[in-house]
């Protein structure tokens, strides 16, 4: 049914020509809720040729993006695997102290890899690369990363090397003079200056090396802490390198003894400087232990002949007699700092150092000892301090009980351990 628009028109007008109608418009939808006729058959759009080419262009460049990564995938895969071939065999040298990073730029510059970021992450997430070693290498291009890392971590040396022997309780004078003598360091000073950190040498790496108190009147920081033992340094080996090396293996050799110490309220280097008196005193591991005892019991005993805890070692006193290696009169220390030629010893370095004077322990070590004499140090022969002995002497060089150790209570059972070795 149509909708007369001329309803106010009379009924009985008649509808105009159909040449006069009035063209029907569209109605308003929000004014009269009415619709448009819409065509019954609407022909579909006509697709432009653009449309296609576009498709078949972005299709050609995701395939050749698939393309290239596959490409890539291929190559970091042969790279991975050592499927390019063997090249000419080479040395390749790896310095001390190389990080993954710096490994796999040698390794990228003498042409063993072609991309340092693939060697970098491959031995970062296989779990290898701790494993990998300092020093000279024959390697060659094509080799499989996991070969590669292999050679790294079998460390083969070719340059030159000096092994140098230190003695345990060699004293950080001594043990300057032996890397000077080996032709590894120019001079005693140099050493010193290095293992003093007084030339900007940093090893706060290691912890003990910042624990180490600044006592008054020490005279070295490092005396105590350079580990005795048998080392190999390639002869053009840096200072730092070689201090360095001996800080390593005293903090490696100490490591187990930490609880310990702590357990027992003292302090790492309290027992350093307790050891080098063992170390110069005794000397053998199987004395060592009770020498340690009759130490500690002078210096913690409620005896009251031991009121005033004194050491009392003539390995560092006022007492120069030439027959005993004292740290202040005659060894490589007091030599270096020229005590004897100066006809005295410092009256500063003996209240820091005369242990005849002084109650408790000096103000450092007096040598480097080694873990045998560290660990007595910190862990003393029970029986012997539960009995109560306090003195000790070892047989005299020429007589017949040379070396042989002599124990004892009381200063009347001593003396008599004197006479029979020899020594009065």
Known sequence: MRINRQADQPSQQQPAAPDQMPRRK???????????????????????????????????????????????????????????????????TIEQGSTVAD?????????IIQYEWLFKYYAKYSGRAGNMQYGDFELHPGMSYNEIITALSEQKVFRETVRVTIPEGTTAVGIAQLFVDQ?????????????????????????FWNEIPDNEGRLLKC?????????????????YDIVNTLYG???????????????KGTTLDQVVIMASFIQEEAGLPEEDYRVSACFHNRLESDDPLWADHRLESNASSYITNDGDNNYLWNSPMAQYMGWPEAGAIPEEVLAAYDTYRISGLPAGAISNPGYAAIDAALNPDEDFMAEGYYFFVTGHPDSDVAGQYFYAKTADEHYQNCVTAGWA
Request: hydrophobic letters at 40%; a negative charge; charged letters at 30%.
């Open 103 to 111: 490994i796999a730029a040698v390794l990228k510059q003498e042409g």
């Open 183 to 207: 032709g590894l360091v120019d001079s005693v000073q140099t050493f010193l200056d290095c293992a003093e950190g007084n030339d900007g040498s940093d090893f706060s790496q290691y912890a």
């Open 26 to 92: 569209a109605y308003d939808f929000e004014q009269d809720n009415a619709f448009e006729e819409m065509p019954e058959d609407p022909e579909p759009p006509r697709r432009k040729r653009g449309s296609r080419l576009g498709c078949a262009v972005v299709l050609l460049v995701v395939l050749a993006l698939i393309g290239v990564a596959g490409w890539n995938i291929f190559r970091f895969y042969k790279e991975v695997d050592g499927q390019g071939g063997r090249g000419q065999e080479q040395v390749v």
């Open 249 to 263: 293996e005293f903090d490696k050799k100490t490591a187990d003894l930490m609880d310990t110490i702590a357990e």
């Open 223 to 239: 005396e105590g802490y350079l580990f005795p033992d048998t080392y190999e340094f390639y002869t053009d080996a840096t200072v």
